[in-house]
């Protein structure tokens, strides 16, 4: 009797963790597709980079996605942010400074605006603190900002993937 209880208990407990991944509940995604990247070597491998592609009815923006972290050597620092005027917007991109500007080889940051124009620009060394890139932007807080560094040993990885929020400077008072 003990034998067969205790083979009853094996089983129940082997058929539970067969089950215990299935019964979560399935993500809900956007639509498009997904596919991962190769990682470089000497990236880490806990954080995957993913591209995407928006599918239909999406924003022309996209979603941020992850970014990863350059090793100290290499570590650059950027400022993001909008200049708030409603006739004529833009987002400037300004390098603050870092470890990596005596050794990366490229910046690259690409606009994503929200009426669907993408627009990429470079910054090639010697770097400086305080040098920018200016892009025209629209008025919508859903205009997205991807930086990418090449560095060496690493390759290219993106440190930046975020939305640039729109602040009007002349705000209606009510």
């Known amino acids: 009797m003990r034998a067969t209880f205790s083979v009853l208990v094996i089983v129940a407990f082997a058929i539970a963790i067969a089950f215990a991944g299935c019964t979560s509940t399935p993500s809900v995604s956007t639509p498009g597709t997904s596919t991962p990247a190769v990682t470089k070597p000497g990236t880490s491998p ?29 570590q650059l620092i950027f400022d993001v942010a909008g200049n708030g005027d409603t006739a004529n917007p833009t987002i400037t991109v300004t390098l603050a400074g870092g470890n990596g500007m005596a050794y990366d080889s490229q910046v690259q940051a690409t606009l994503y605006r929200s009426d669907g124009v993408v627009e990429n620009q470079v910054m090639n060394p010697p770097f400086s603190m305080g040098q920018s890139l200016v892009f025209p932007s629209t008025s919508s807080n859903y205009n997205r900002i991807v930086i990418k560094v090449t560095a060496p040993q690493v390759g290219t990885v993106t440190v930046k ?11 209606v008072n009510t």
């Open 46 to 74: 806990a954080t995957p980079v993913v591209t995407s592609t928006p599918g239909p009815g999406t924003m022309a923006a996209g979603t941020p996605g992850p970014t990863q972290v350059l090793p100290l050597t290499y």
């Open 161 to 171: 993937d975020e939305y640039v929020p729109f602040t009007n400077i002349n705000p």
